[in-house]
């Protein structure tokens, strides 16, 4: 008798098996966006980031921004005031949201002083990062 019933536990457990197979899914995690690169233009001439500043011309221009990002879905540019808790003044100047060539920002800034942040936010199906550099024009 005792035999039989671990036989049937066993017949039991093997058709439990059968019809309810255990898949075991690895849980697979996008990698985080990362940003490899970002070059910066003004006015179509070369405009390194130096000491994370970048110098603006006077008399207002374009900024271009180029943004090199693996496992990113969208860039989003944002120009933040200097100074302590200025998050909530930031202004959105750009989205990009197709990376094949690149994630690209193409800014017309005003005729007037900056000294302000430039904030990359890199978005991905995992997570984001970001990259901050400064801008200013020459007094």
């Known amino acids: 008798m005792r035999q039989y019933k671990y036989q049937f536990f066993a017949v039991l457990l093997l058709a439990f098996w059968l019809l ?19 070059t910066t233009r003004v006015n179509s001439k070369p405009a390194p980031i130096i000491n994370h500043w970048v110098t603006l011309e ?18 989003l ?7 302590s808790q200025t998050w909530k003044y930031r202004r ?12 690209t920002l193409e800014w017309k800034y005003q005729d007037r002083i900056y000294q302000d942040h430039i904030k990359i936010e890199a978005l991905g199906p995992d997570g984001e990062t970001s ?5 200013r024009t020459p007094r």
Request: negative net charge; glycine residues 12%.
């Open 20 to 38: 309810h197979p255990v898949t075991t899914v690895a849980n697979q995690v996008e990698p985080a966006p990362k940003i490899l690169s970002v």
């Open 58 to 75: 006077k008399g207002g221009g374009k900024l271009e921004i180029q943004v090199e990002a693996d496992n990113t879905e969208q860039v």
């Open 77 to 83: 540019f944002w120009i933040i005031p200097t100074g």
């Open 92 to 103: 959105l100047i750009g989205v990009d949201s197709d990376g094949r060539d690149g994630f």
């Open 131 to 135: 990259f901050l550099f400064n801008v």
